[in-house]
């Protein structure tokens, strides 16, 4: 990424950008099926982020069987109502398995006879970076703070994009209006006596 004089930012490396518009749903639908064990909605998200979804849906029946079969040999079994007994009673180890389980099946598709588009493969690498390093974070400490912090980010993450998006519109409005006012080159011409004029300007945006 690069950021101008105006710090507005601009994406170089397009490789790894997507856009995530109409893509959360699907990914959350995977996430939740996967950790929860329940194969027909993880069957759904995979069909959905499938790049031939149309032909997918005709071998829901046989993709739903292979990941009932991959979930039990991964010794991960379905949340019931009491998920938060369960959970405590399979302890990290079993939460360890339920996270293993989303990115093994996101990377290995083709024993489903799947191919799942690329900006999901991108955006699940990316997720699986996030999780490694929030885990290293953590390294050590006792896994309910993990659990704990894991769950209020999660809550707190639509009022915050919501007012971080509320921050940068109003910062863009602020930095467009400064610009417009004859303050920088009075600012320029005011620079320090003992700096080059060309390094004074330096500082300023143009």
Same mark, same amino acid.
């Given at each position: 990424m690069l950021v101008d004089g105006r710090g507005e930012m601009y994406l170089i490396d397009w490789g790894n950008c997507i856009s995530l518009k $109409? /893509?959360?749903? %699907?990914?959350?639908?995977?996430?939740? $099926?996967?950790?929860?064990?329940?194969?027909?909605? #993880?069957?759904?998200? @995979?069909? &959905?982020?499938?790049?031939? %979804?149309?032909?997918?849906?005709?071998? /829901?029946?046989?993709?739903?069987?292979? *990941?009932a079969q991959t979930l039990e040999k991964k010794r991960v079994t379905p949340l019931n109502r009491f998920f938060l007994l369960q959970i405590h009673k399979e302890g990290w180890r079993g939460l360890h398995r339920r996270l293993q389980v989303v990115f093994h099946l996101m990377s290995n598709t083709q024993h489903l006879g799947l191919v799942v588009k690329s900006e999901y493969l991108h955006l699940s690498r990316s997720l699986a970076a996030i999780a490694g390093t929030?885990?290293? #974070?953590?390294? $050590?400490?006792? /896994?309910? *703070? @993990?659990? =704990?912090? #894991?769950? /209020?980010? *999660? &809550?707190? =993450? %639509? #009022? &915050?994009?919501? @007012?971080?998006?509320?921050?940068d519109d109003r910062s863009a409005r602020y930095l467009k209006l400064i610009h417009k006012l004859p303050i920088l080159p009075i600012m320029k011409n005011s620079a320090p006596k003992y700096l080059p004029r060309r390094a004074a300007s330096s500082y300023l945006p143009n």
């Open positions: $109409g /893509r959360w749903k %699907p990914l959350w639908e995977y996430v939740s $099926g996967a950790v929860c064990a329940d194969v027909e909605l #993880l069957a759904t998200a @995979l069909i &959905t982020m499938s790049a031939d %979804p149309e032909r997918s849906e005709r071998r /829901r029946a046989e993709i739903q069987a292979t *990941l929030y885990l290293q #974070l953590y390294n $050590g400490q006792s /896994r309910y *703070l @993990l659990i =704990f912090d #894991l769950i /209020r980010t *999660l &809550t707190q =993450f %639509p #009022l &915050t994009i919501m @007012l971080e998006r509320i921050s």
